[in-house]
């Protein structure tokens, strides 16, 4: 079965600045899609970025981007120009086609940072 | 688009009474997911219905929870009887086809059961 790993349960950011959160994912899949969320106060997920596995090119979506190490198994999301609206909690997730090519639709999704950001 | 509508916003029943959640995905959407969210498990699938056919409720607790699906913009999950431990806040989301997966959720119910 597949697992989504975030090592770090909090993170903290000044406002303008850069932050780093991290998952690590385990999977014998050679094909799929990782996701970060976003998850405010409103209780509303909302996708943040999408990454494909077979693309070798690390997804960029304005300040957010992501590191995507595939033999490593490593899906970290960058921040970049931290603003106090990003103050949410952040799920990174994982959905994989399996060996009949099919697409299942489970997302896994790891247990969440929640980032907070200082003026 | 209006997004993927849950109803209620929030719910406060007391134990052994029924519960009904209530979600209307994107138009469009073929693909709908049942989520609960709790502190100590994060997100779970509960189950899932593609074309309005549940392909998996593997994640569905317990036989106190139900699922239905009665056409393409329009699904239930209920609770009978309701328990303290269902407490939680219940996801909807929606996607279509399955090519690039993008699901999108709702706002959630939080459900309180005293």
């Known amino acids: 079965a597949q697992t989504v790993t975030q090592s770090q349960p909090e993170m903290s950011v000044q406002e303008a600045e850069t932050v780093t959160l991290s998952c690590t994912y385990d999977?014998?899949?050679?094909?799929?899609?990782l996701f970060w969320y976003k998850q405010p106060p409103s209780r509303q997920m909302i996708l943040v970025i999408r990454?494909?596995?077979?693309?070798?090119q690390n997804a960029t979506e304005n300040r957010f981007s992501v590191n995507f190490q595939k033999a490593a198994k490593s899906f970290s999301l960058k921040i970049s120009d931290s603003q106090l609206g990003d103050a949410a909690m952040y799920f990174c997730?994982?959905?994989?086609?399996?060996?009949?090519?099919?697409?299942?639709?489970?997302?896994?999704f790891g247990q969440g940072t929640i980032l907070t950001v200082h003026p | 688009d209006a997004g993927v509508i849950q109803s209620p916003r929030h719910e406060v029943t007391e134990m052994g009474q029924e519960v009904t959640l209530r979600c209307k995905p994107i138009?469009?959407?073929?693909?709908l997911f049942w989520y609960r969210q709790t502190m100590m498990r994060g997100l779970e699938l509960l189950i899932y219905?593609?074309?309005?056919?549940?392909?998996?409720d593997s994640g569905m607790p317990e036989d106190r929870f139900s699922a239905k699906m009665p056409n393409a913009s329009f699904s239930t999950l209920k609770i009978q009887p309701s328990e303290p431990r269902d407490s939680a806040v219940y996801f909807c989301?929606?996607?279509?086809?399955?090519?690039?997966?993008?699901?999108?959720f709702g706002a959630g119910t939080r459900l309180s059961v005293l």
């Open positions: 138009s469009g959407h073929n693909s």
């Open positions: 999977t014998s899949e050679s094909d799929y899609y």
């Open positions: 989301a929606s996607r279509r086809g399955r090519a690039k997966n993008i699901q999108y």
């Open positions: 219905f593609n074309n309005n056919v549940p392909i998996d």
């Open positions: 990454q494909e596995a077979y693309k070798q």
């Open positions: 997730a994982y959905w994989g086609i399996n060996a009949g090519g099919t697409s299942y639709g489970k997302l896994t």
